[in-house]
């Protein structure tokens, strides 16, 4: 009886421990692909604890995060001829963790080779203002590059995008001065626009003044107020233009007038001998 109760314990010991070694635990970030005799089983295991038949089945762990992978620098030759030096970033996730363990040995490995194949062939197509500018088309045109191996193997490609672009150090110094003759160009073009606008806006007050006089008048008393108020010890006090301009017609005025001459002793006779010859007529 004793023998029994012993043998009974025993094989229930074992069928415990036989259940313990089939238990497996799978996170809510995994998902898992059991292989039972070495073909795997249709579909994936979900989160929580799943149970395996010991040594019929194995499970491997896929992790289904977005991932990320850094693209190694990658060197090439835009298509206007300008060598650079270009490094990107990928972002992917597992959507089947089925074909993603079956259709490729390494799919981080695979993936970040595709990246790089793809990253020199986007350098070659394009020119060098679209590395610096529009990155946005750039990394959309990555993006469906690396997405359409990678969908046969379960996997999607989230987001691709261009870190840094790495120039030549005598292509910095030309971008520099073009950039500078590019703001030296602003400047005159701002600094002349505002003097013409200042110029139209002197004349259109001097023609309002011309018109009004009292508002030359008021200028000038503004003007000596503005002095004053520095509190200075000499008052300059501004002469009219138009005083000056009065004095400058009077002075030609007199001298276009005649000068009378004056009269001598034989200038009077003859004055008035002519001035008695009618009366003798008469």
Same mark, same amino acid.
């Given at each position: 009886?004793?023998?029994? @109760? ?6 229930? %010991? ?14 809510? @970030?995994e998902r898992g692909v059991v292989f ?9 295991? $979900? ?14 762990? %896929?992790?289904?995060? *977005?991932?990320?992978?850094? &693209? ?11 060598? @650079? ?8 996730? @597992?959507?089947? #963790?089925?074909r993603a363990t079956i259709e490729v ?21 394009? =020119? ?33 995008? &261009? ?14 001065? $073009? ?10 073009? &701002?600094?002349? =626009?505002?003097?013409? $606008? ?41 002469? #009219? *233009?138009?005083l000056l301009r009065y004095f400058d ?28 010859? #009618?009366?003798?007529?008469?």
């Amino acid at each position: 009886m004793e023998s029994a @109760v012993v043998g009974v314990v025993v094989v229930v %010991v074992f069928l415990l421990l036989l259940l313990r070694s089939g238990m497996r635990v799978i996170n809510e @970030v995994e998902r898992g692909v059991v292989f039972r005799f070495g073909k795997a089983l249709p579909g994936h295991r $979900q989160p929580g604890i799943t149970f395996l038949i010991p040594v019929a089945d194995r499970m491997r762990k %896929v992790n289904v995060q *977005v991932a990320t992978l850094p &693209i190694r620098t990658q060197e090439g030759i835009t298509r206007d001829n300008v060598s @650079v030096k270009v490094d990107a970033v990928v972002y992917y996730r @597992v959507t089947d #963790p089925a074909r993603a363990t079956i259709e490729v040995q390494d799919y981080a490995f695979a993936v970040g080779q595709v990246a790089q194949s793809s990253l020199r062939s986007i350098i070659g197509k394009s =020119d060098l203002d679209d590395l610096l500018s529009d990155r946005e088309r750039l990394h959309e045109g990555l993006a469906l590059m690396i997405d359409s191996p990678a969908a046969g193997w379960g996997i999607h490609i989230d987001r691709v995008e &261009i870190k840094d672009v790495q120039l030549p150090e005598s292509l910095k110094r030309s971008m520099s001065r $073009q950039a500078e003759a590019e703001r030296e160009r602003r400047a005159r073009v &701002i600094t002349a =626009d505002g003097e013409f $606008q200042a110029a139209q806006q002197l004349a259109n007050a001097s023609r309002i003044m011309a018109d009004t006089p009292e508002a030359m008048q008021l200028r000038l008393l503004q003007t000596v107020v503005e002095v004053a108020a520095e509190k200075n010890s000499t008052l300059v006090m501004p002469f #009219p *233009v138009e005083l000056l301009r009065y004095f400058d017609r009077a002075a030609r005025n007199l001298d276009a007038a005649p000068t009378p001459t004056p009269e001598t002793p034989e200038t009077q006779t003859a004055t008035a001998t002519d001035r008695s010859a #009618p009366a003798d007529a008469s």
